[in-house]
């Protein structure tokens, strides 16, 4: 199939091997979609020079490492093979609409939250418990502020979120234990004595941040427990993030 550039994302998703993704994505998240329309689709050859970084694996096998790129600043993405694969579409359209110039908040490499996209759209989890665009737009926020905040915001999201899950007197770690992970980062000191009512000292400089993202991974592979959780924190980041 030839495509002609410049071209828009509207025109790309018009494509017959985009259609039916197209159609799911604007079912899905209606604003997402509409906010990817006029993202500009740039031709490869002036990024070719990125080619440079692929490799050869132990079984001299060709490993690509970048086929794709975004610029947010100016809502372009380019793709080195066309029609892009739906993974690799959204993950360049969500650096440009959610404005996010760094990996960790939205890739889901870092367990971020272009997650969330896959787990409504593979029906992991239902619009119908809650909107995907709000969810995900808060799920963004939070992710984009938490590098930079107050220990107090991260403790009030902390507390928020620990306090909607558990009954009175439960705790981050008991939440952890629920889940059946343990996360070490998350605490300045490992508990001595496995009390699931009782935190020991919290790490802020993990948390909640590593709550999420181990929610988002869990909920991925189907864990009920942490699909359960994960809706419950999103509907306190939906109501107490901008």
Same mark, same amino acid.
């Given at each position: ?39 500009? &689709?740039?031709? @490869?050859?002036?990024? +070719?020079? #990125? ?10 096998? /060709? ?13 372009? *993405? ?9 993974? #690799? ?6 650096? *440009? ?8 908040? @939205? ?10 996209? @896959? ?11 809650? +909107? ?20 107090? @915001? ?7 979120? &620990?306090?909607? #899950? %558990?009954?009175?007197?439960? +705790? ?8 059946? *992970? /343990?996360?070490?980062?998350?605490? #300045? ?12 000292? &919290? ?7 590593? /709550? ?22 999103? %509907? *306190? /980041? ?5």
């Amino acid at each position: 199939m030839c495509y002609l550039f410049p071209m828009l994302v509207l025109d790309l998703l018009k494509s017959p091997p985009l259609r039916q993704f197209a159609q799911n994505f604007r079912q899905i998240f209606p604003r997402f979609f509409a906010q990817s329309l006029d993202v500009q &689709v740039a031709p @490869w050859f002036p990024y +070719s020079y #990125l080619e440079q970084y692929d490799r050869r694996d132990h079984l001299n096998q /060709l490993v690509r490492r970048i086929d794709a790129i975004a610029f947010p600043d100016a809502r372009v *993405v380019s793709f080195r093979f066309m029609p892009p694969d739906p993974l #690799l579409l959204i993950h360049e359209l969500g650096h *440009v609409v959610f404005s996010i110039k760094s990996e960790p908040p @939205w890739n889901s490499s870092y367990a971020g939250a272009e997650i969330l996209f @896959w787990l409504f759209y593979r029906e992991i989890l239902a619009p119908a418990d809650l +909107s995907p665009d709000d969810a995900l737009e808060a799920l963004v926020s939070f992710f984009k502020q938490f590098p930079s905040a107050t220990l107090e @915001w991260k403790r009030n999201i902390l507390s928020e979120i &620990v306090g909607t #899950l %558990n009954p009175p007197g439960r +705790s981050l770690f008991g939440l952890y234990s629920t889940l059946g *992970v /343990l996360k070490p980062e998350s605490f #300045l000191e490992f508990p001595k004595s496995l009390n699931p009512n009782q935190d020991p000292p &919290v790490n802020f400089d993990h948390e909640p941040d590593t /709550l999420l993202r181990a929610l988002l991974s869990g909920a991925l592979l189907n864990e009920p427990a942490c699909v359960h959780v994960l809706l419950k924190t999103l %509907n *306190v /980041l939906m109501q107490i993030l901008p």
